[in-house]
């Protein structure tokens, strides 16, 4: 049983006599937030809890800004948070740790012997041994359930090399293409992941390895995010399901249509179970009864957004129902119950996330908990629910929850000691009215000890996506309390485009990026800039993705609202951005369709609303923030912004990071980002 909680990683693997990076206790001067006690926060990874339910394990990584780096190391801990034990502290890196059927023993990836190779230790550290000596390592495993037999994922080659076609040029750098998905969020497409299947024992390592998509130029798990959470074993181990989108080049560009494969361990065949389903089919999870398998599916082919539906299999019958059909927000995380009679998820409902089961005879589903807070994976754990937990105001942490009234008890506490010394401020919920009479709940942040009868500078926060919930996220770069502490109030709109408020809310912004969504954006800021608390002339908007082609759109619309603005990896040029990134299905159903359908009535209005358009009225300094490692939004979009701003007279700035991608994840990176994001507003708003 275990739950996986996304951690960014930094600066390669750890390395023997590389320096040990460990937990930080730094003194918090004022109680405030800083760039640099950001990334002294410890940050919680993988959670996964014994089959006898009693004990926890879990990773945490520490970063280091002078060393440009991270630590990954496993602690565990009883399931009350008793008996918390650090594991493994050494110069290597440690992560995925498993438990094994005895309860006892921990299998874990290490990079120890020069690649990453399993390794086991008991439960208090010791007994440290290598397991397997695989020629190309690994990425992440997980046994059988009687342990006899290891499924796992590894990278195999994809497609040619140029090396491949003229030997005698070995240190020629081009690459010849004809094909699309030449490259995928930040890499160039050289080599796939595949699953793995071998026989096992703890004193001879692996045997007799089979590749399930041998010769097969497919991915599983999906790219660029999809993990080990994408194979399960059925409970009896005679069958491994896996998540593939077995299309490649242009189809795979045009289609989400991913879908769940049987692979047969006795006859070596494979059945596609979920045929017929058009959208995205993934995370397969069996019931420990061995009669189900559930698994998240979304319905409409090209739309990665579509509501995420919680299905089941009868592994008897074969019939196939949606279990959620009545629930209208899309469900995550799925964990079956110990009794095979309920399962356990996430969903996002009016901008929180929160643990719900659902009984799968009946159908009802319940809400297990709540308050102002994010869920982001449960699982069952005796008499409780382990459960990972974050909001605008805590970094994620390790919960018990009661399951019957939702009672949640922090276990790992592992920021307890600088979140003691810190002051954070206040985080409201507040519905506004839009333009269209609706009502539209908006976070407003205020800076630590706000006085009401001070004026303070205002930001307003425009989300990325833009199908992304503006819920209780902690963020080490979009981080709102750092923003607040800061001296900043922070708007915070979910405006239309974002789940958790029905699928006409969520659907509207489809077609029309210029259009609804703007006006609610403004709305937002408008109410609260009309508090007598709020400075009007000193306003600034800010943004990533979806959201700098927000920052984008309104600068050249904004009405002379703005006083600063800043971008970050944001559309800036519609017709050039359609031909430039990688997964076209996403703009194919955004954006309508390409531009040079004319007849295309939805398409010709999402490109006639291209911010390139409108940078003859743009009158406000604007930062533009790239990452040449960028390639779903490709960082030409941002040197195009800010060349059209400068061309025009208008202050602008503009950092680029060579070797980043859509997101910031070096420490001395996210420090600088840090500095430039707070320098520019603080120039232009104070």
């Known amino acids: 049983m275990a739950l996986a909680v996304a ?64 630590n990954s190391e496993i602690f565990v801990m009883n399931t009350d948070g008793s008996g ?5 502290r050494s110069a290597f890196q440690e992560v995925a740790p498993r438990w094994m059927n005895d309860s006892e023993h921990i299998a874990f990836l290490s990079n120890e012997s020069g690649s990453m190779q399993m390794w086991q230790m008991k439960a208090d550290g010791s007994g440290r041994r290598q397991l397997t000596d695989r020629a190309g390592g690994m990425n992440d495993f997980v046994f059988s359930p009687d342990e006899s037999k290891v499924l796992f994922v590894a990278d195999v080659k994809y497609g040619e090399r ?61 790219k660029p995010f999809g993990g080990i959470e994408q194979l399960a074993w059925s409970t009896d181990g005679k069958t491994i399901a896996y998540t593939c989108k077995k299309k490649t080049g242009k189809d ?9 494969y049987f692979y047969s361990l006795e006859t070596g065949k494979t059945s596609n179970v979920t045929e017929g389903n058009m959208g995205y089919d993934t995370n397969p999870v069996f019931s420990p009864d061995g009669r189900w398998m559930a698994w998240e599916s979304m319905e409409r082919d090209g739309y990665e ?77 005796g008499d409780v629910l382990v459960a990972t937990r974050q909001s605008m105001s805590e970094p994620t942490e390790i919960y018990a929850v009661d399951p019957h009234n939702g009672k949640a008890v922090n276990l790992s506490l592992e920021n307890k000691h600088m979140l003691d010394q810190m002051t954070m401020g206040r985080v409201e919920e507040r519905w506004i009215e839009t333009t269209d009479g609706k009502q539209m709940l908006t976070w407003v942040a205020y800076p630590p000890h706000f006085d009401p009868s001070r004026k303070y500078p205002a930001i307003l926060f425009c989300q990325g996506g833009p199908q992304s919930p503006v819920s209780q996220f902690w963020s080490y770069r979009w981080n709102v309390q750092m923003m607040a502490a800061k001296g900043y109030i922070v708007v915070l709109p979910n405006r239309r485009g974002v789940p958790g408020f029905g699928m006409e809310w969520l659907e509207q912004i489809s077609g029309d990026y210029g259009g609804q969504n703007m006006k609610d954006y403004l709305s937002a800021m ?86 390139h358009w409108f940078v003859d009225k743009w009158d406000t300094p604007i930062l533009v923030i790239v990452g040449e490692k960028d390639y779903r939004i490709p960082y030409t979009q941002g040197l195009g912004a800010f060349t059209a701003a400068k061309l025009r007279g208008i202050p602008a700035e503009l950092l680029v990071f060579p070797d980043e991608n859509h997101w910031v994840l070096q420490p001395q990176n996210g420090i600088l980002w840090q500095r430039t994001f707070f320098g520019w507003l603080d120039k232009w708003l104070k």
């Open 162 to 222: 140029t090396a491949d076609v003229y030997p005698d040029l070995p240190k020629a750098s081009g690459r010849v293409i004809d094909d699309l998905m030449f490259r995928h969020w930040d890499e160039w497409m050289e080599s796939v992941p595949h699953p793995f299947v071998a026989d096992f024992d703890v004193q001879n390592g692996l045997a007799h390895e089979k590749d399930l998509l041998e010769g097969e130029p497919y991915e599983s798990p999906l």
């Open 526 to 611: 408008d109410a609260v800039a009309a508090e007598p608390y709020v400075d009007e002339d000193r306003l600034g908007c800010v943004g990533a993705s979806y959201g700098g082609y927000s920052v984008y759109w309104l600068a050249g619309h904004h009405e002379k609202r703005f006083k600063a603005f800043i971008a970050h990896n944001g559309m800036f040029n519609f017709y050039q951005k359609y031909l430039t990134t990688e997964e076209t299905f996403f703009a194919n159903w955004d954006l309508g369709g390409a531009y040079w359908e004319k007849d295309n009535a939805v398409a010709q209005r999402s490109y006639a609303n291209s911010p």
């Open 305 to 381: 957004s579509d509501k995420n539906r919680l299905f089941l299999l009868d592994l008897q019958s074969g019939a196939k129902r949606d279990l959620s059909a009545s629930f209208p927000e899309s469900v995550h995380g799925l964990q079956w119950t110990v009794d095979s009679r309920s399962i356990y998820f996430t969903a996002c409902v009016k901008a929180v996330t929160h643990v719900y089961r659902a009984d799968v005879e009946s159908g009802d589903i319940a809400q297990i908990t709540d308050g102002a807070y994010d869920y982001l994976s449960v699982v069952p754990a």
């Open 7 to 70: 951690a960014a990683s930094c600066g390669g693997g750890k390395q023997a006599g590389d320096a040990v990076i460990g937990k930080h206790s730094p003194k918090v001067e004022n109680g405030l937030m800083t760039p640099e006690l950001l990334w002294q926060f410890g940050r919680i990874g993988t959670v996964n809890v014994s089959p006898d339910g009693r004990k926890v394990v879990y990773t945490v990584s520490y970063y280091s800004v002078p060393e440009n780096k991270s």
């Open 84 to 88: 918390k034990r650090q594991l493994t």
């Open 252 to 260: 795979y560009a045009l289609s989400t249509n991913s879908d769940i």
